[in-house]
């Protein structure tokens, strides 16, 4: 109960979808969707304009809000691909009673599908690109309907937004409270990146790589060292690892360059709403995960210490 009093003390509680805003914002907005995104492009019977009301209609609070999802509050995650924000969002989700929602997953459900899209959007990701604006958005409207029906009144989302676009769109169906912006070094993020791993029996991500970057005078022992252990696989799942198709140095050095242009901004329209928590990971989970809490003004509760 301590985090979630901090909680409301520190953020505004929810705040209905603006209609007024969302209904401009999706016809002003319409005109700039994803045309700019490089590569191959989907060809969907997805419209902005349908999406972002689709959107709108799903981040509607539910008539009759489950007791014990009721914690009314919208947190979004920022930064690379390959940063951590699923690690940081899932234990914050734990912690706080809120669903995560990574938009990277509901992707790679879609992509595991026999949909007609499923093909399209394997050529955009193994490629490092963007998936346009109007199929996220659709994929996330869907998401947010589901738990809606089951009660959610909250969450904390993970690779969306990514472009100023859909920045507006959600800024205008839902009051975002905070927005987290993950920082890690460019050689700690590619050696994470290479490092990561998949059991292919029951879908538990891991990491093999060793991080231990040493400090400016190269003695390893100054604060600014960083040193990340490897998470490995518990023994029954050691001889089913397999790699992303997407994690190769070519392909991630590519999403790091389309991160760098078409979401940078993103951090600059937050930041100019006063919401925007930039946090540098010093270094692994048991370094990082206290800090962060501290940062949040969460690290006197006993809670944080088991998530």
Known sequence: MAVAHRLFRLFSPFTPAKNNLSSFLIRSLSSSSSSSTHGPSLDPEID????AAELEKSSSPSSSPSPSKGRN???VFLGCPGVGKGTYAS??????????IATGDLVREELSSSGLLSSQLKELV????????????????????????KGESGYILDGFPRTVTQAEILEGVINVDLVINLKLKEEA???????????????????VACIDIKGGDGDGDGDDRMYMPPLLPPPKCE???ITRADDTEEVVKERLRVYNKMTQPVEEFYRKRGKLLEFE????????????????????DKQSAIA
């Open 48 to 51: 902005l304009k349908e999406a």
């Open 189 to 207: 993020l590619l050696a994470k990146c290479l490092g990561r791993k998949i059991c292919s029996e029951c879908g538990a991500n891991y990491n």
């Open 73 to 75: 509050f919208h947190w």
């Open 281 to 300: 990971l010093p270094g692994g989970i048991p370094q990082s995960w206290p800090k962060l809490l501290r940062a949040l003004h969460l690290e006197d």
């Open 126 to 149: 193994n490629h490092g690109k963007l998936v346009p604006d109007e199929f996220i958005i659709s994929l996330l409207s869907k998401r947010l309907e589901a738990g809606k029906e």
């Open 239 to 241: 001889s089913k690892l």
């Open 91 to 100: 234990r914050l989700s734990t912690l706080l009673g809120v669903p995560h």
